[in-house]
Structures are given as C-alpha cells and as structure tokens.
T-cell receptor, first 113, second 116 residues
Framework: GDSVTQMEGPVTLSEEAFLTINCTYT??????LFWYVQYPGEGLQLLLK?????DKGSNKGFEATYRKETTSFHLEKGSVQVSDSAVYFC????????????FGSGTRLQVQP | GAGVSQTPSNKVTEKGKYVELRCDPI?????LYWYRQSLGQGPEFLIY????????DSGLPNDRFFAVRPEGSVSTLKIQRTERGDSAVYLC??????????????FGPGTRLTVL
C-alpha cells in the first residue's frame, strides 16, 4: 500500500538557519504530494502541494520539488523564523483507488531565537 | 468564508459509552473525510463521503465505528462501546470535488476524545 516516510524530529534550529525536512513516498501511479503544517494549538493547514513530477510547490518561503526518480518531496526554507516552529506533515493523495490522504508521522521543528 | 468546523472540541467519556462527533464542512464541498490522529502520529484515514454516500470506509477499525452524511453536508461519526484505545483526536476534512490527487483537503480543528 501507499506510505510516506519523514525524517524523525525534533529538528532544532537557530533563527535564520536553513531548513530541510526529508520526505519519501511509496505509491502506485502518480500521486499528488502535500506538506501540511500544524502550529501549536491549531489545526492542520495546507502549506504547499505539487501534482506532477518536477513541479515545485511554494508558500511562505517554503519550497518542495516533486522528484519522481527519487520518490521524494523534501521541504526546504532558506531562513527559518521562530514563528515557523510547528509540526510538519508530508502526505500523498491518488486520483485512483483510495482518494484520502496518506500521511507521514510528522516532524517537529523548533526554532530558537 | 467559514472553514470546517467540528463539535465538540473536547469529549470525555467512560469506557463502554456511545459518542457522536459532528463535522460541518466548507459550504459547497462535495467530499468529506474523517481521520484519526494519535499522539505523535500522522492522521490515519477512517472514511470518505462523496455526497451522501460512503465512497470508501476501508479505514474504519471495526464495526463499533460508523459515520453518516444524510444530506450531503454535515457528517456525524458514531462510536459505540468506546474503548480506551479509541482516545485520539478525530479530524474532519472537506474538499471541493473528492477526486483525490490535487483536490485539496481542508481540515477542521478536531475533536479530542478521551475514554476513561
């Protein structure tokens, strides 16, 4: 079945550091890929998405590129802020078979001033 | 516009009791999804509605769990004979088309269920 694997956290960075959170997936066909973020005390929010190979999703300074050859969708940000502290979830969805999202286990990011 | 709303935000019950969790999707969204999130884990799929019908209920863990969406809008997740292992945050999401793929799902704040 489908699966998503994320790097384990917590990831602790200083403000303005470069961020990478690794995400790889296993799925049949050509899934769409998502990053969702969960800020403390809040619900899941879509951060960015990509629907086909080589697409780059971007939002709020975060970027991720859909790499089919490595089945990866790594999240990056050039300069993190304290306000980026949250849990980040990588997920996939297919347009055939199961339509629901398959999530990774989440990566907690802590940014220190 | 209004997002996905869920009630109650917190529910504490005793083992063996029956509970109902409610979800109000974004107006006009045809698809509605229920997920369950245990502490430190990603959400896990339970059931998906396209309109009034359950298009995929393969994620329901057993027959104590049941969900309805009688008018194609509000949905209720029902859990019978609750067990301590049912304690989790129950998330609802809705999407415009329900086609999967790039059809974005928007999540509610969740209901935290605690079974004592």
């Amino acid at each position: 079945g489908d699966s998503v694997t994320q790097m384990e956290g917590p990831v602790t960075l200083s403000e303005e550091a470069f961020l990478t959170i690794n995400c790889t997936y296993t799925a049949t066909g050509y899934p769409s890929l998502f990053w969702y973020v969960q800020y403390p005390g809040e619900g899941l929010q879509l951060l960015l998405k990509a629907t086909k190979a080589d697409d780059k999703g971007s939002n709020k300074g975060f970027e991720a590129t859909y790499r089919k050859e490595t089945t990866s969708f790594h999240l990056e940000k050039g300069s993190v802020q304290v306000s980026d502290s949250a849990v980040y979830f990588c997920a996939l969805s297919r347009d055939t078979g199961r339509r629901a999202l398959t999530f990774g286990s989440g990566t907690r990011l802590q940014v220190q001033p | 516009g209004a997002g996905v709303s869920q009630t109650p935000s917190n529910k504490v019950t005793e083992k063996g009791k029956y509970v109902e969790l409610r979800c109000d999707p974004i107006s006009g969204h045809t698809a509605l999804y229920w997920y369950r999130q245990s502490l430190g884990q990603g959400p896990e799929f339970l059931i998906y509605f396209q309109g009034t019908g359950a298009a995929d209920d393969s994620g329901l863990p057993n027959d104590r769990f049941f969900a309805v969406r009688p008018e194609g809008s509000v949905s209720t997740l029902k859990i019978q004979r609750t067990e301590r292992g049912d304690s989790a945050v129950y998330l609802c999401a809705s999407s415009l088309l329900g086609t999967g793929g790039g059809d974005t799902q928007y999540f509610g704040p969740g209901t935290r269920l605690t079974v004592l």
